[in-house]
């Protein structure tokens, strides 16, 4: 399947050299192949010049760019652009932290993917889809937490219907290891203190 | 006080730090259960009242004074049609804690609300304290912590504002 292209009108691009992620509906001159909402585009100007890569919409936010570059988003790029923001954690203390088992993992355009927020409660993460971009692919990023975290993963919880918006999303486990126990009363540590953290019928996506 | 206490991770955090008593109020009896079960997993006999109440009727009914209040409310905002309403109701929330809040006291003010810029959030509690009629000073700003990185490129992705108030 070939990734459908987008073109920008002339001067549109400049908006992207001050590396904000959103392309507005206004900036653009012609989707071809009349991509779906959530599909993945390959941006670029009206010369062939490659800018990014994102996810279409037909709201008036129309692309979300997750890459200022035309990339293959492929399991292995997923793989890694999880495994970066797991690093970034790691760098700055907050994974591997005696102390704290509990902290926000993917946080968006912070961590370069528009409409994906993933927590982590001591070994359980819990996926919260905000565009259908990031919906069609919550498959893809419990690979890639599979890949990334190996035992230190538990279990993957899908908590986009509310942020969705979507008739039909449904919250629901994604993964769980062997020995992991749904019906068990999950408790986290941050600073020192533990908290019971219920991820199925709490707000949010259960504590942060 | 904590008010909108979801969890409870403010009153257990006071409590730890030595708060004589602690009052948890959320509108969720589910959320009220959570945070007594949270103070209970760290503290014996730790001196904690909570209460199953919305949080203004809590505050039109329970007329205690505190030491220190903290607001923290769900995203009264999530879309842009919605934020005249919110500011308003910021107003109205930061001004009942500035009244319920003793001399030299600390009220911890939030807004998640994305589409309330700190620039608005902080108006609102400027004309609260007005209303209040107290002297408000600001102590510190809070933001997202670490784990929520913001791009600086893209100052939409900072949702979370936050004051540490003084007020005499």
């Given at each position: 399947m070939s990734i459908k292209q987008v073109i920008l009108k002339h001067g549109k691009e400049e908006a992207l050299k001050r590396r904000h992620p959103w392309i507005f509906s206004g900036a653009?001159?012609?989707?071809?192949?009349?991509?779906?909402?959530?599909?993945?585009?390959?941006?670029?100007?009206?010369?062939?010049?490659?800018?990014?890569?994102?996810?279409?919409?037909?709201?008036?936010?129309?692309?979300?760019?997750?890459?200022?570059?035309?990339?293959?988003?492929?399991?292995?790029?997923?793989?890694?652009?999880?495994?970066?923001?797991?690093?970034?954690?790691?760098?700055?203390?907050?994974?591997?932290?005696?102390?704290?088992?509990?902290?926000?993992?993917?946080?968006?355009?912070g961590d370069g993917v528009p409409g994906l927020i993933i927590d982590y409660y001591n070994g359980v993460a819990v996926i919260q889809c905000h565009t259908h971009g990031t919906y069609a692919l919550r498959d893809m990023f419990t690979e890639a937490l599979k890949d990334n975290l190996g035992k230190d993963l538990k279990a993957v919880y899908d908590k986009s219907a509310e942020s969705l918006g979507e008739e039909g999303a449904e919250n629901g486990y994604l993964y769980q290891a062997k020995g992991f126990n749904p019906e068990e009363i999950q408790t986290v540590k941050e600073n020192g203190l533990e908290f019971a953290v219920d991820w199925v019928s709490g707000q949010k996506t259960g504590f942060l | 006080m904590n008010t909108f206490c979801y969890t409870g991770g403010f009153s257990v955090y006071a409590l730890q730090a030595g708060a004589e008593l602690v009052h948890s109020v959320d509108s969720s009896v589910r959320a009220v259960e959570l945070a007594d079960h949270n103070v209970e997993l760290n503290m014996k006999d730790a001196n904690h009242e909570s209460f199953s109440d919305d949080v203004f009727s809590f505050f039109k009914n329970y007329p205690e004074k505190y030491d220190v209040i903290v607001l923290d409310p769900p995203a009264f905002a999530k879309h842009m049609n919605a934020r005249h309403s919110a500011i308003i109701a910021y107003k109205r929330l930061n001004a009942e804690a500035f009244k319920r809040v003793n001399k030299g006291g600390v009220v911890f003010t939030f807004s998640c609300s994305g589409v309330v810029t700190r620039e608005l959030f902080e108006g609102a509690v400027t004309a609260a304290a007005i209303e209040a009629g107290r002297n408000v000073r600001v102590l510190t700003r809070l933001g997202q912590p670490a784990c929520h990185p913001v791009s600086i490129f893209h100052s939409e992705g900072e949702y979370l504002k936050g004051l540490v108030l003084y007020v005499e």
């Open positions: 653009i001159f012609k989707a071809e192949g009349n991509p779906g909402n959530g599909e993945i585009v390959h941006v670029l100007t009206g010369k062939n010049e490659p800018l990014g890569t994102g996810f279409y919409s037909r709201g008036s936010i129309a692309i979300r760019l997750f890459e200022f570059d035309v990339v293959d988003a492929n399991a292995k790029y997923w793989s890694a652009k999880i495994g970066k923001a797991i690093e970034f954690r790691k760098s700055i203390g907050i994974i591997g932290n005696e102390n704290t088992n509990v902290f926000r993992l993917f946080n968006a355009e | -």
